[in-house]
């Protein structure tokens, strides 16, 4: 109870001589630095506000204004035309000089010509960001009117923007038009149909569009003129919180540490490195001090409102739906080791722990012997399974007394970490299998070893390997690859280790011990959690992970065939699923929407005409020759990339019609067109990483220090789920997901077709092609004739 005589800041005792008082100065230290850290926070916070909501102009430009108007009146002229006249006329009663009634006018007037030319560069602003045919052109072949929009909005984005600068200024994802929408969507699915099939198809969507399509159409432009994004609340609710499947595997994905280092193989001291990095970049959320996210390494930025609920954000249960629940702040994070769950306090007296500190405390819970109260050790396993039985234990079980007060500080945690027992990573005698375990260990642990209802959760193996898995309802994951990055680039470069492998720093010997958590768990939860942990445990068996790393070329090669690497990489792995399937299917991209306000993602139907007729081609045994065939690979890769830029832009197609589904339900209508649409499953459901940070990375010097990326469960239960990451050069990492209770699918064998058919396109576009017919003029008829 050490920790809670410390907690207590004064004790008073009633005797007959009177009151006998004793302060704890030191208490009374710690309160009043807390609250002079609070107090900092909240003024940088208003700083921050008024620094944004100026943007892009600058707080100090006011007195520009001001200087600028009185010089003008102290040249007898008269800028306002009038207005400050008038303002002085409204002032006559106010008891000040003539000339301090001038002096308030034009600070009037001057105010609120700073205030209108504010909303004129914001307006300005707006329209520039809303210009995306950039998007669209050429690689080298810009025209005049993007390299003037460039110069125009290098002009409005001088100056240095906080994170969120831009977030009024982002415009509006727009609505498509339906006829729009209808056609994409037919033109996506002709590949997969048979020509009956097709027919169908056509009659069902030409029917929804002369009925109910308008009527539900105009439902949805309402809701674009008043709502901030017109798909983003629903995509969540609906998608996400709705859901009532295990968040384990379904939806929950993960990170992975660099391949072929560890910094340091204690676990302790990567533990308190890790920590540190992590609330080191929530510092910098907080102030507003990270830079926007920008497109393509361009000037263009991205919407950023996905960090706001990064951390201290818990998802909890409900019967009907969840609810997303965020605090302003939180001093401490939750650790779980060996059944056992402990509040570690990362603030001290208004300071952020050194790592060397945490590392200490890290250690202590380590050490610690005490055995887990009966059914402590898998509690987490309510968190993994279906959200209807954990909403109902959480109202009748954890919703007052000891459990109550333990499963906030679970819920208020700043993020979780998980001390696993195990040892992870690639090296061993089996460095195949051990990645593939290492996946695995990631995604779903021991099913109740992980806390899956936080944004996301630390888990630092026994031999000093890290991860993390991380719920998806709050984001998407570039923003959390964004943190990762960040966090091990910070953890290696710059905070670094010692030579014995301990973080730097000093110790304060005073800190106080870890304070476990106290649960009282009735029998009957106790019973329950070992009834579904059987069935965690058998959806967590079934999960076949496979990662490798494709190391014989990587995106400097493709680029040299003037090829975008992810295109080339989505027509492979068509061609690879043709190889193991022998047919196509429909094909999930994710791609982002965020160059606009509160955009998360819209769906790219990689499985075009264009790359079923190269992969046909290839595969069907015509004797082609190799011109034509790399003809009809480039038109897939255009096709693809322009299907990727519609996406991006707003003119994507699964987005829209899961709008018009939502509206239709609301309305009570039925549509047998959208029903259909909604319910045809994505049995190849893939995702590319994005490396958003490089700098921090110096692979010249370091080329060892190569992230994994991350991955993801199936999505269907006959299907695969694949997530690839492009690093540096010369690298190329997959992680590949399926389910062992389907005989069609194999993790393994389709990451080997993933590899031979990203080696025969790379041989095929790199033959010798001097033959009568190799010209662009000649092969493009023929591929067009194909098609």
């Not at 322009?642 to 509206?663: K, S, W």
């Not at 590319?688 to 921090?696: D, R």
Request: glycine fraction near 6%.
């Amino acid at each position: 109870m050490a920790e809670a005589h410390q907690a207590v800041a004064f004790q008073f005792t009633i005797t007959p001589e009177g009151i006998d008082l004793q302060l704890s100065y030191q208490a009374l230290n710690q309160i009043y630095l807390s609250g002079v850290r609070s107090w900092k926070k909240r003024v940088s916070r208003m700083r921050n506000r008024v620094i944004k909501g100026v943007y892009p102009a600058s707080p100090s430009s006011w007195l520009f204004v001001v200087i600028a108007i009185l010089a003008t009146m102290y040249m007898r002229s008269d800028p306002s035309m009038g207005l400050i006249t008038k303002i002085q006329q409204h002032l006559l009663h106010v008891s000040l000089s003539s000339q301090g009634q001038t002096m308030v006018s034009v600070l009037v007037f001057s105010t609120l010509l700073w205030l209108s030319l504010i909303l004129a560069l914001r307006f300005c602003l707006k329209l520039l960001l809303s210009y995306h045919q950039w998007m669209f052109e050429q690689h080298g072949r810009v025209s005049n009117v993007t390299k003037v929009w460039v110069t125009l909005l290098r002009l409005l984005s001088s100056r240095k923007p906080l994170l969120y600068s831009y977030q009024t200024s982002l415009p509006h994802l727009p609505v498509p038009a339906i006829r729009d929408t209808l056609s994409r969507y037919l033109q996506s699915v002709r590949p997969l149909l048979t020509d009956p099939e097709f027919k169908r198809m056509t009659k069902l969507a030409n029917h929804f569009e002369a009925n109910l399509g308008n009527r539900l159409q105009r439902y949805l432009r309402l809701k674009a003129l008043w709502a901030t994004n017109y798909v983003s609340d629903w995509w969540e609710e609906y998608i996400y919180l709705r859901s009532r499947c295990p968040l384990m595997v379904n939806s929950n994905y993960y990170g992975m540490d660099f391949l072929y280092v560890t910094p340091t193989p204690v676990q302790a001291a990567r533990a308190g490195n890790t920590i540190t990095a992590l609330l080191l970049y929530r510092r910098k959320v907080n102030r507003e001090e990270l830079k926007p996210v920008r497109s393509h390494s361009t000037v263009i930025p991205l919407c950023a409102a996905q960090c706001e609920r990064m951390f201290n954000t818990t998802r909890t249960p409900g019967v009907e739906t969840d609810v997303l629940q965020h605090w302003q702040d939180s001093e401490f994070v939750v650790v779980y080791h060996k059944g056992r769950y402990f509040r570690l306090w990362v603030y001290r007296a208004g300071r952020l722990l050194s790592p060397r500190e945490i590392e200490h405390q890290m250690q202590r819970i380590l050490d610690d012997p005490s055995p887990p109260k009966p059914g402590e050790d898998k509690l987490g396993a309510l968190t993994a399974g279906d959200r209807i039985p954990w909403a109902q234990m959480r109202k009748q079980y954890f919703s007052s007394g000891i459990n109550k007060r333990s499963l906030d500080a679970i819920e208020r945690a700043a993020f979780f970490v998980t001390l696993d027992e195990e040892e992870q990573g690639m090296r061993g005698e089996d460095p195949a299998g051990n990645l593939d375990r290492y996946a695995k260990s990631l995604l779903h642990g021991k099913c109740y070893d992980r806390w899956f209802d936080k944004s996301f959760s630390i888990v630092i193996y026994k031999n000093g390997k890290s991860g993390l898995n991380a719920e998806h309802s709050w984001a998407d994951a570039p923003t959390v690859a964004h943190l990762w990055e960040y966090t091990l680039a910070t953890d290696a470069f710059q905070l670094g280790y010692t030579e014995d492998g301990h973080c730097k720093g000093e110790v304060d010997r005073s800190l106080p011990q870890p304070q476990r958590l106290v649960w009282d768990i009735p029998s009957e939860v106790q019973i329950l959690d070992v009834l579904y942990g059987k069935n965690h445990q058998a959806l967590a068996d079934d999960v076949d992970c496979h990662v490798f790393p494709f190391r014989d070329f990587g995106k400097g090669r493709i680029k040299k065939l003037r090829i975008s690497p992810d295109a080339y990489i989505q027509i492979g792995l068509q061609l690879a699923y043709y190889r193991d399937r022998g047919g196509f299917c429909l094909t999930y991209e994710a791609s982002m929407t965020r160059l606009f306000r509160e955009g998360r993602t819209e769906t790219v139907r990689s499985c075009s005409n264009e790359s079923t007729a190269f992969v046909k081609a290839l595969e069907d045994g015509e004797v082609l020759i190799n011109s034509l065939i790399q003809r009809l690979f480039r038109l897939a890769s255009e096709r693809h990339q322009n299907l990727y830029r519609m996406a991006m832009t707003g003119a994507g197609i699964d987005r829209h019609l899961f709008c018009l589904y939502v509206v239709s339900k609301y309305l009570g209508v039925e549509s047998p067109f959208l029903k259909e649409v909604l319910s045809e499953p994505w049995r190849l459901s893939t995702s590319q990483t994005p490396v958003q940070q490089m700098e921090l990375f110096d692979l010249k010097n370091h080329p060892d220090f190569i992230s994994l990326g991350g991955g993801f469960g199936p999505v269907a239960d006959d299907g695969y789920g694949v997530s690839y990451i492009i690093v540096g050069e010369d690298m190329i990492n997959f992680h590949v997901s399926s389910k062992y209770s389907c005989s069609d699918t194999d993790s393994h064998r389709f990451g080997a077709q993933i590899s031979k058919a990203l080696q025969d396109i790379m041989t095929l576009l790199s033959a010798d092609t001097k033959t009568s017919l190799s010209s662009k003029g000649a092969a493009q008829p023929q591929a067009k004739k194909l098609l």
